[in-house]
């Protein structure tokens, strides 16, 4: 069956980076594109961007674009969001969710920025 | 940006209820709409797909209708295990939305 395996919660410092993964399983990985979405209490759930792993062709909504950056690692069927510059209104749950019409959803990673 | 609005914000019902829920895009979204269950602490979970298509795993009593810019959900016999918010979400273009969601209480 399909499976998104998210990394565990993240607390991090105002200004630097952390890295989220998504582990794909029970599917071909580089057949279906990989979003990844924000959800907060106040913007609710908001597309981040979305990455083909078998090319590794990428699009981000504009929001988030120089903020996230997507990447794919085909070796363990796993796709990964850098989030950068981090400020407390990047503190939020994250997720992956699969193809276009967002069918799976991974668990969600709680990032939490503070200082 | 095609903007998502869902009605009402929140609802209460009994146990036996049908219950409706409402979408409405900001301009037609071809049918491209679908309806995701989100209870607390959980992913949102798929529902229904492409405005009618029940996923795989999701009981009967759920459904859906709609066209243009205007959806609906319909839970035919409100179960306890259906308390949750559902969310609408287009994706006939980018970047693809979501509606900010309907809570349903029991009564």
């Known amino acids: 069956q399909v499976q998104l395996q998210q990394s565990g919660a993240e607390l991090v410092k105002p200004g630097t980076s952390v890295k989220l993964s998504c582990k794909a399983s029970?599917?071909?990985?580089?057949?279906?594109?990989m979003n990844w979405i924000k959800q907060t209490t106040g913007q609710g759930l908001e597309w981040i961007g979305i990455?083909?792993?078998?090319?590794?062709?990428?699009s981000y909504n504009v929001k988030f674009k120089g903020k996230a950056t997507l990447t794919v690692d085909k070796s363990s069927s796993t796709a990964f969001m850098q989030l950068s510059s981090l400020t407390p209104e990047d503190s939020a749950v994250y997720y992956c969710?699969?193809?276009?019409?967002?069918?799976?959803w991974g668990q969600g990673v709680m990032v939490t920025v503070s200082s | 940006d095609i903007q998502m609005t869902q009605s009402p914000s929140v609802l209460s019902a009994s146990v036996g209820d049908r219950v409706t829920l409402n979408c409405k895009a900001s301009?037609?979204?071809?049918?491209?709409l679908n309806w995701y269950q989100q209870k607390l602490g959980e992913a949102p979970k798929l529902l229904i797909y492409?405005?009618?298509n029940l996923q795989t795993g999701i009981p009967s009593r759920f459904s859906g209708s709609g066209s243009g810019t205007d959806y609906t959900l319909t839970i035919s016999s409100l179960q306890p295990e259906d308390v949750a918010t559902y969310f609408c979400?287009?994706?006939?273009?980018?970047?693809?939305?979501f509606g900010a969601g309907t809570k349903l209480e029991l009564k």
């Open positions: 990455i083909n792993p078998g090319s590794g062709g990428t």
């Open positions: 979400f287009q994706h006939n273009s980018w970047p693809h939305t």
């Open positions: 969710a699969r193809r276009n019409d967002f069918d799976y």
């Open positions: 301009q037609n979204i071809n049918k491209y």
């Open positions: 492409n405005t009618n």
């Open positions: 029970g599917y071909t990985f580089t057949s279906n594109h």
